[in-house]
Each structure stands twice: as C-alpha cells, then as structure tokens.
C-alpha cells in the first residue's frame, strides 16, 4: 500500500503505538495525532491523507466536533474517516454513521478484519479524485460515504453478497443500505444506479 498516507487520531498513545506498529509493517504511511486540534493542524497542512482514524471519545474536543471541523476544511472535505472506538452501542455506530463516517470499528478489534476495512476504504474501484463526472458529484452530494461506496460496487457489478463480503457487513445490512440509496436518490432499482454512475 505504498503511497497511502492515514491519519490517525486518539489520545490513548498505546492505542496509537499500536495502530501505528500495525499500518507501517502493511506498507502505510502514518502520521499520528493525539487530539482533535493536533488533526486540523495536520490536515490544514495539506498532506494529503486517504485515510483518518478518528477516536470518539477524546477530551476538549471528542471525535464527533473533529468530524465536522474536519469536513469544514477543502483539504477534508473529501477524505474517508473511520471512528475507531471503545464506544460499541449500537446508538453510537448509527450517530457515527449519520455524521457521514466510511466506517465504524470497535476496539479492541481483530488485526486482520482492521486491514481489511482500512484497505477497503481507501483502494475501491472508482474514487472522486479519480472520476470527477457531474453524475458522481451529484450522488456524493446526497449519499454517506458508506452509500456512496456500495454505489460505487454496484456501478462495478458487484452483488448484494459480494459488497457484503468486501464491506465485512452482512447481506441483511448491505440490503438495507442499497435500499437507502434508491430512495435517496429516487431511482427504482440497482441497475439505475449503474447507469447513473457510469454514465451509460
């Protein structure tokens, strides 16, 4: 994965000793923040980051107020961010998701199903820096990340179960989502979707 830079972001430093050790030895590039402040500063910096791993529960500033500060900014408008979090309430993953989160893992997580998410969220098929057509901005315009993701499977070809697969999601869930995405977008049915994205 050379060449992906992630931010990560928790005020735990083993926590971030440990995610920092697992990234680098997978081939990441990593930079480290240990509040929300330090993030902005980082990001103000304009690395350039394809990735943030946000911790929600922080002092001063939690993770929820980093996500939208980061989202205020040009440099991260358009960045993936991850809530990794102690916080495994099934109320606090729904808030995550409606902040417009890629994802939400848990800690303590497993190593591999960690690499897994994190790779998928920053190496899927179509990206908005890659595929700039008005269609595609118009669908990122109405959609979470994660919808815009299994959009973007759907434009690829992919089925329910396969987006499931790639996603760590169960098939209940990725059904779920896919209907979420038609009524939003007020199209009928999957194909549309493809149709949309790949202008056909």
Request: hydrophobic share 35%; with cysteine.
């Amino acid at each position: 994965m050379e060449g992906y830079r992630i931010l990560c972001v928790d005020d735990d430093i083993n926590m971030l000793n440990t995610i920092e050790d697992i990234l680098i030895n997978t081939g990441y590039s990593v930079s480290l923040a240990k509040s929300g402040k330090q993030a902005l500063d980082f990001i103000r910096k304009g690395i350039g980051y394809q990735l943030v791993l946000l911790d929600v529960d922080m002092p001063d500033m939690d993770g929820y107020e980093t996500f939208r500060e980061i989202r205020s900014l040009e440099q991260g408008r358009g960045v993936p961010i991850i809530f990794l979090t102690a916080m495994d309430g099934a109320d606090f993953e729904i808030k995550g998701f409606e902040y417009g989160a890629a994802d939400y893992i848990t800690k303590p997580f497993v190593k591999s199903v960690f690499l897994a998410r994190v790779k998928n969220r920053i190496s899927t098929p179509l990206r908005q820096k890659d595929i700039q057509t008005d269609n595609y901005r118009k669908l990122a315009g109405k959609l979470t990340d994660l919808e815009l993701k299994v959009s973007e499977y759907i434009a690829e070809g992919l089925s329910n179960q396969e987006i499931a697969e790639k996603t760590n999601y169960s098939y209940g869930y990725i059904k779920r989502v896919v209907s979420g995405i038609l009524e939003k977008t007020e199209m009928e049915k999957r194909s549309d979707i493809r149709q949309f994205l790949k202008g056909e």
